[in-house]
């Protein structure tokens, strides 16, 4: 199936109603590997739903859940609560962009990688701590942030 199949049959199976549009969004996101919604499944979603197009980009555009901006393979998601700061989190940011070669909100040239502030995700017992794809670690320092961006390209692979 392609991206619009797929997007249609979510609404099919989520529903035609308003009230079910972030459930819609966030199942579309899901279908692409860049961890964003496209321009094209806006429009369908907003068709199919009967909403304007700007009120369904309004929506994907609001939520730190949602992206309508493409991402890494790897989207990493780092605290910027209160305990990941004391922590030392900065260390963290900084070990990330050396190791990587990028900066908060961008995205590798390889399309590995993306890195962008979240709020508190729960896990302050190990701060500084990121969240990587719905995987948290924690404790980190620049030597762990150096083995854990080996690692994951090594995966990549």
């Known amino acids: 199936m392609d991206l619009k199949s797929n997007t249609i049959e979510i ?19 899901l279908l692409n590997e860049e961890h964003y919604i496209t321009e094209e499944q806006l429009k369908i979603i907003s068709k199919e739903l009967k909403i304007s197009f700007s009120k369904v980009y309004g929506i994907a555009s609001f939520y730190s859940m949602l992206s309508t901006k493409k991402k890494g393979k790897y989207v990493i998601q ?31 040239t390889d399309g590995l990688f993306s890195m962008e ?4 995700f729960g ?11 719905e995987k948290i ?21």
Not at 79 to 85: Q, T
């Open 78 to 108: 780092i605290c910027n609560s209160g305990p990941c700061y004391i922590n030392k989190a900065k260390n963290v940011v900084e070990a990330f962009e050396k190791n990587l070669g990028i900066r908060i909100g961008e995205v590798t």
């Open 123 to 133: 896990a302050c017992q190990i701060a500084p701590a990121v969240k990587i794809n």
């Open 137 to 157: 670690y924690g404790n980190l320092d620049e030597n762990k942030v150096k083995q854990l961006v080996e690692t994951l390209k090594k995966e990549a692979i």
């Open 11 to 29: 609404v099919e199976r989520i529903g035609y109603t308003s009230d079910k549009l972030i459930e819609i969004l966030i199942e579309a996101q």
């Open 117 to 120: 502030y979240i709020s508190c």
